[in-house]
RNA sequence: GGCCCCAUGGUCAAGUGGUUAAGACAUCGCCCUUUCACGGCGGUAACCCGGGUUCGAGUCCCGGUGGGGUCACCA
């Protein structure tokens, strides 16, 4: 038996033929320097920062060269299957802006290439299975899991690289052994199960300093010199269905994408693609093996962003603190183009695809999460979202994750207004970072939330009630805030405070204390805190008779 | 352990053989100021180590060290 009739053996039906796959995908026609990317998430329909950060280099790289970004579904492994899984990665990516252009969506597959769902395309990768079946550079293995394992252990105690490779599976020479080809043939007839293994032209157990070596351009990491691939790696499993590795070349092969964008955990089994390439014949695409996000661990070490060990690295955990996406879009941009932060400062209003993202711009070490920076960059993106539409975005958020705070919605003008203090000065106050600190900063003009915080500044707390009776008294709503601010001081003067906070300085002992005092006072009665913004702004919002309420209760 | 990747302040990072080694965040001080925020000024703080190449090395080469990743019929 030769390879061509082994393969027919295994793979008697195939409805196609390779060259019948290269022509239903042909080449792309997209303009010049076009890039087409995809991302590939496995249903488990969980998605952390760190996939996000990977998902907009995809999503930039195709946008912004006029290309083509899609979505295909890896699931290959049926243990990771969660169900609505695609629904809550689409939603969840959209979320954050971004939008893939074909491939899978919630009401079916978008686009010429698919299909999208790996688990749809088994027939494919048989057909290429078989092929390399026939150029005798893949076999049909028998070992079960146990003789595996005695491989391992023999290798170990041998000090070899484990795994099954040249030698190590007497079915990769059936070829040259009549009484192993019965053996093989016998199995097959009795429907024994087994996987194919490519069968890998590397050589074994070489020297790192001697092994022949593949030479290639990543976009991000730049020549990279791998040694060449020796394992036989399973490429379908008893299933039939087919390992990353095998899908990955297949499907990105035939759906013509340029640019691989993947983590750079994957860098380790780049020869296995490599080979496997080249042994189809195809053309391999560009690499771009981006640095992952990382975080401190329990012992102070950076590690990988994990989903089991960091749930507060969800993307759900952004969401239901309020974190605004066009925040999180920013500080990952930042993150992940070294002169973005400048040409942002530079460009405050321009939208993101005027910026030209570039691989060779992000950096190959691993970036840790900082979330003081996040939310420094969501202050400064808050400020230049008008305040109608941080309302309508705090309130449909509060619906989904604060309903709680259901009454700060009923007047959408006053939460417009307050949102907006001081915002349109020359020097904008900048403290809007997220919904769930907004909330908070603005309790004090619901009765709902208001409460009494902090204590009366001690310079003063002995008059309090003189200066709150005395304030409730002058009161007038009409006053505007210099004629308001005039009735303070005199005030204070009035009560031995002096009228501005630089005399007091000079001379303590003249003073009870300083005008900032009574105003603390006035202020703590008022919005139960002792920092604010403007007093005078606050009660022109709040109105003359809940001002009043609150002084005299 | 083998292999692979990475290495500039606490964090993110400019830097491509000659710089007083940028900038941002954080932090500290001062100023502005009725508090806070904003803004301004200033401070503390870095090229992992050792060899080599060179007139000259953060930058190039080699070797260590450290950190990360990977060694599945998971992706």
Same mark, same amino acid.
């Given at each position: 038996?030769?390879?061509?009739?082994?393969?027919?053996?295994?793979?008697?039906?195939?409805?196609?033929?390779?060259?019948?796959?290269?022509?239903?995908?042909?080449?792309?026609?997209?303009?010049?320097?076009?890039?087409?990317?995809?991302?590939?998430?496995?249903?488990?329909?969980?998605?952390?920062?760190?996939?996000?950060?990977?998902?907009?280099?995809?999503?930039?790289?195709?946008?912004?060269?006029?290309?083509?970004?899609?979505?295909?579904?890896?699931?290959?492994?049926?243990?990771?299957?969660?169900?609505?899984?695609?629904?809550?990665?689409?939603?969840?990516?959209?979320?954050?802006?971004?939008?893939?252009?074909?491939?899978?969506?919630?009401?079916?597959?978008?686009?010429?290439?698919?299909?999208?769902?790996?688990?749809?395309?088994?027939?494919?990768?048989?057909?290429?299975?078989?092929?390399?079946?026939?150029?005798?550079?893949?076999?049909?293995?028998?070992?079960?899991?146990?003789?595996?394992?005695?491989?391992?252990?023999?290798?170990?105690?041998?000090?070899?690289?484990?795994?099954?490779?040249?030698?190590?599976?007497?079915?990769?020479?059936?070829?040259?052994?009549?009484?192993?080809?019965?053996?093989?043939?016998?199995?097959?007839?009795?429907?024994?199960?087994?996987?194919?293994?490519?069968?890998?032209?590397?050589?074994?157990?070489?020297?790192?300093?001697?092994?022949?070596?593949?030479?290639?351009?990543?976009?991000?990491?730049?020549?990279?010199?791998?040694?060449?691939?020796?394992?036989?790696?399973?490429?379908?499993?008893?299933?039939?269905?087919?390992?990353?590795?095998?899908?990955?070349?297949?499907?990105?092969?035939?759906?013509?994408?340029?640019?691989?964008?993947?983590?750079?955990?994957?860098?380790?089994?780049?020869?296995?693609?490599?080979?496997?390439?080249?042994?189809?014949?195809?053309?391999?695409?560009?690499?771009?093996?981006?640095?992952?996000?990382?975080?401190?661990?329990?012992?102070?070490?950076?590690?990988?962003?994990?989903?089991?060990?960091?749930?507060?690295?969800?993307?759900?955990?952004?969401?239901?603190?309020?974190?605004? *996406? $066009?925040?999180?879009? +920013?500080?990952?941009?930042? =993150? /992940?183009?070294?002169?973005? !932060?400048?040409?942002?400062?530079?460009?405050?209003?321009?939208?993101?695809?005027?910026?030209?993202?570039?691989?060779?711009?992000?950096?190959?070490?691993?970036?840790?999460?900082?979330?003081?920076?996040?939310?420094?960059?969501?202050?400064?993106?808050?400020?230049?979202?008008?305040?109608?539409?941080?309302?309508?975005?705090?309130?449909?958020?509060?619906?989904?994750?604060?309903?709680?705070?259901?009454?700060?919605?009923?007047?959408?003008?006053?939460?417009?207004?307050?949102?907006?203090?001081?915002?349109?000065?020359?020097?904008?106050?900048?403290?809007?970072?997220?919904?769930?600190?907004?909330?908070?900063?603005?309790?004090?003009?619901?009765?709902?939330?208001?409460?009494?915080?902090?204590?009366? *500044? $001690?310079?003063?707390? +002995?008059?309090?009630?003189? =200066? /709150?009776?005395?304030?409730? !008294?002058?009161?007038?709503?009409?006053?505007?805030?210099?004629?308001?601010?005039?009735?303070?001081?005199?005030?204070?003067?009035?009560?031995?405070?002096?009228?501005?906070?630089?005399?007091?300085?000079?001379?303590?002992?003249?003073?009870?204390?300083?005008?900032?005092?009574?105003?603390?006072?006035?202020?703590?009665?008022?919005?139960?805190?002792?920092?604010?913004?403007?007093?005078?702004?606050?009660?022109?919002?709040?109105?003359?008779?809940?001002?009043?309420?609150?002084?005299?209760?």
């Amino acid at each position: 038996m030769n390879n061509l009739e082994l393969s027919k053996l295994i793979f008697p039906n195939l409805e196609k033929s390779p060259a019948d796959y290269e022509e239903m995908y042909p080449a792309r026609e997209l303009p010049e320097g076009a890039k087409v990317t995809r991302l590939g998430p496995s249903p488990t329909g969980f998605i952390h920062l760190g996939n996000l950060y990977g998902a907009f280099v995809d999503e930039r790289l195709a946008h912004q060269s006029g290309g083509t970004f899609f979505l295909r579904i890896e699931d290959t492994d049926d243990k990771r299957f969660v169900e609505n899984a695609v629904e809550t990665i689409i939603t969840s990516l959209d979320f954050f802006g971004i939008k893939f252009d074909e491939g899978v969506t919630e009401t079916g597959d978008i686009g010429s290439y698919g299909d999208y769902t790996q688990s749809h395309r088994a027939e494919i990768y048989r057909t290429y299975a078989a092929e390399l079946l026939s150029k005798g550079l893949a076999y049909p293995c028998f070992l079960s899991e146990d003789e595996i394992t005695a491989v391992r252990e023999k290798q170990e105690s041998e000090k070899l690289t484990p795994g099954i490779y040249a030698g190590w599976s007497k079915y990769r020479d059936w070829d040259k052994d009549p009484a192993i080809e019965e053996e093989m043939l016998s199995k097959l007839k009795a429907g024994e199960p087994y996987v194919i293994r490519l069968k890998s032209q590397g050589t074994p157990n070489v020297r790192a300093d001697e092994a022949v070596r593949h030479l290639v351009t990543d976009a991000v990491r730049g020549e990279l010199s791998v040694p060449e691939n020796f394992q036989d790696i399973v490429i379908l499993k008893q299933t039939g269905i087919p390992t990353y590795h095998f899908a990955h070349v297949v499907d990105d092969h035939l759906m013509r994408t340029t640019h691989v964008v993947r983590g750079e955990e994957w860098l380790p089994s780049l020869p296995i693609h490599i080979e496997l390439f080249n042994d189809l014949g195809w053309d391999i695409p560009v690499y771009c093996h981006t640095a992952q996000l990382m975080k401190i661990g329990e012992d102070g070490n950076k590690r990988k962003l994990s989903k089991r060990k960091d749930p507060e690295l969800s993307l759900d955990y952004y969401r239901s603190q309020g974190y605004h *996406p $066009a925040a999180v879009r +920013e500080y990952l941009l930042t =993150i /992940l183009n070294s002169n973005y !932060e400048e040409w942002r400062a530079a460009n405050p209003e321009a939208s993101v695809d005027e910026f030209e993202f570039t691989t060779e711009k992000m950096s190959s070490s691993g970036a840790l999460f900082d979330l003081d920076k996040l939310n420094d960059v969501s202050k400064g993106v808050m400020l230049n979202i008008p305040a109608c539409e941080i309302a309508a975005w705090l309130k449909s958020w509060s619906e989904e994750f604060a309903p709680e705070y259901e009454y700060a919605f009923r007047d959408m003008a006053l939460l417009e207004q307050i949102l907006d203090i001081g915002r349109h000065d020359a020097r904008p106050r900048a403290d809007l970072v997220y919904a769930r600190q907004i909330m908070d900063f603005i309790s004090y003009f619901f009765d709902e939330s208001f409460e009494i915080v902090d204590e009366y *500044p $001690a310079e003063a707390a +002995e008059d309090a009630d003189k =200066i /709150l009776s005395a304030y409730l !008294e002058s009161y007038d709503h009409s006053d505007d805030n210099e004629q308001w601010f005039a009735k303070i001081r005199e005030l204070a003067t009035e009560l031995g405070y002096a009228a501005k906070p630089k005399d007091y300085k000079k001379n303590p002992d003249d003073f009870k204390g300083h005008v900032g005092h009574v105003s603390t006072v006035i202020r703590i009665k008022l919005m139960g805190r002792a920092q604010s913004p403007d007093v005078w702004t606050i009660q022109q919002i709040m109105g003359e008779a809940k001002v009043r309420e609150r002084l005299s209760k």
